[in-house]
């Protein structure tokens, strides 16, 4: 058997997903079946046959990312990679993992690949560091409740809400609130064509007693402002009392007085007294709103992995919190290209980043600028842990890096891929 991986035919597609289906040990649906079928992009697609069967699988999206500044940038969106029961531990992810990124490098077009990891502790040797997590909360909702400030809360309530239990009936406006939001918060991917179908994906087999998909609008006056996708699991307690969930699977709003007339919506579901509510930007405002946070039970898990693709391509693609002129020695053993020294200047407004001869500022390797890439992982705090290290302690050099590379909106990753 060869490791070589092979781009995919579109006639083959079947027996390759099949393998992924298979290492994920899942039940799948059709409909999702379809719709990965009509979002792969087969010639970026790679495969490792063995006696004419494929054993391992990896694709990637062609995504457009928000970074810090607002602009959007082009980002693979690594996809669909699994090994065979069989065949694995012999170095066929690596394989894949070597041909995508010498591709990437090869075609330069995005100096940035993301990925959501099945496992953390599998993609940190091929450069890829934690960006970005996500909140989940479980909101006891018959005892916290939402103290909104007053001029908010009549704002709110001057917004009108229209609901449908068909969800593809408010795409439209949905899609439109979605593309505003893209540019305001780091992570978040713009639509491509085909990926407004992504959220829509409503199994029976995977509702688990829950209803199907319902959606709400606010709108003002006729121009929609957020909304939200959810769906609602009816429970009793023994003595017949109404003790359902709401199950919140999106909410997006382009400003605060939308986003509090959705989430006193939510509350206020009758017969309901939680929200599940997963996937939340770590600085989701209700969180300022509850009466009680412990009662919300928030915690967080690791969503997006980044991975500086071109590391002079990728940190002039951002803006920056504050001016910084840095020399960054960036260790790269997986993308040798990327090893070496790279003076970045930049600001708000954008910045330049180019191979340099002069003295490091900085240390790091390029999982760790992955990490910070975005703005939610400090370099002062990788630098507390040892995996950031200045040249000349107390030169200012971490002090200046680390303000300019952290963001003022926590970075978000919408959904997965
Ligand atoms: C972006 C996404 O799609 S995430 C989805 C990933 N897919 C899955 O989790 C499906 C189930 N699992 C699998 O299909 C396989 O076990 C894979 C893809 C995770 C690994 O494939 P393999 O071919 O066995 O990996 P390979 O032999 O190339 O190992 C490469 C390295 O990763 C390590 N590794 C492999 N799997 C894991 C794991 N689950 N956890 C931690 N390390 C791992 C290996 O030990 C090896 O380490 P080394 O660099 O120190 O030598």
């Known amino acids: 058997m060869t490791t070589e991986p092979q781009v995919l035919q579109a006639s083959e597609w079947d027996a390759w997903y099949d393998i992924l289906v298979s290492a994920f040990g899942s039940e799948e649906s059709s409909e999702e079946r379809e719709l990965f079928r009509s979002l792969t992009e087969t010639e970026r697609s790679l495969g490792v046959w063995d006696e004419g069967r494929p054993v391992g699988t ?6 457009r990312m928000a970074v810090p500044g607002g602009a959007v940038v082009p980002t693979a969106g690594v996809t669909m990679v699994s090994v065979a029961p069989t ?3 012999r170095g066929v992810l690596r394989s894949l993992m070597r041909r995508q990124l010498d591709d990437l490098h090869a075609a330069g077009e995005e100096p940035l690949a993301v990925l959501t990891a099945s496992e953390p502790a599998i993609y940190g040797r091929f450069g890829y560091g934690l960006a970005a997590r996500a909140l989940e909360a479980t909101i006891d909702s018959s005892r916290v409740s939402l103290q909104l400030p007053p001029g908010l809360e009549a704002e709110a309530a001057g917004l009108r809400l229209r609901q449908s239990n068909d969800p593809s009936s408010l795409q439209s406006e949905c899609e439109a609130v979605y593309a505003r ?24 087999s995977g509702r688990e007693g829950a209803s199907p998909l319902r959606c709400v609008v606010a709108l003002r006056g006729e121009e929609p402002v ?27 709003a382009v400003d605060p007085a939308a986003h509090a007339a959705l989430w006193r919506f939510l509350f206020g579901i009758d017969l309901t007294t939680s929200i599940e509510a997963g996937g939340r930007p770590l600085d989701d405002p209700w969180l300022h709103w509850v009466s009680d946070p412990r009662r919300c039970a928030p915690r967080w898990t690791d969503t997006l992995y980044l991975r500086p693709v071109e590391v002079g391509a990728a940190l002039a693609a951002r803006a920056y919190a504050h001016p910084v002129d840095v020399v960054l020695e960036v260790e790269d053993t997986f993308c040798p290209w990327n090893t070496g020294r790279w003076r970045l200047s930049g600001d708000e407004k954008g910045a330049v980043c180019a191979p340099t001869r002069d003295a490091a500022d900085l240390a790091l390797s390029v999982r760790e600028l992955g990490a910070a890439y975005l703005g939610g992982t400090s370099l002062a ?15 200012g050099a971490l002090r200046e890096a680390a303000r300019a590379f952290f963001g003022e909106t926590a970075p978000w990753l919408p959904h997965g891929f």
Do not use: I
């Open 181 to 204: 939001c893209v540019a305001a918060r780091p992570g978040m991917l713009e639509r491509r064509p085909g990926w407004e179908r992504q959220p829509l994906l409503d199994p029976e």
């Open 381 to 395: 705090a990788l630098a507390r842990s040892g995996l950031v290290t200045e040249a000349r302690p107390d030169s």
């Open 226 to 252: 957020g909304y939200a996708r959810y769906a609602v699991k009816p429970r009793w307690s023994d003595y017949d009392a109404a003790d359902g969930d709401v199950l919140l699977r999106e909410l997006n």
């Open 58 to 63: 990896a694709g990637a999206f062609s995504f």
């Open 87 to 89: 065949h694995r531990r």
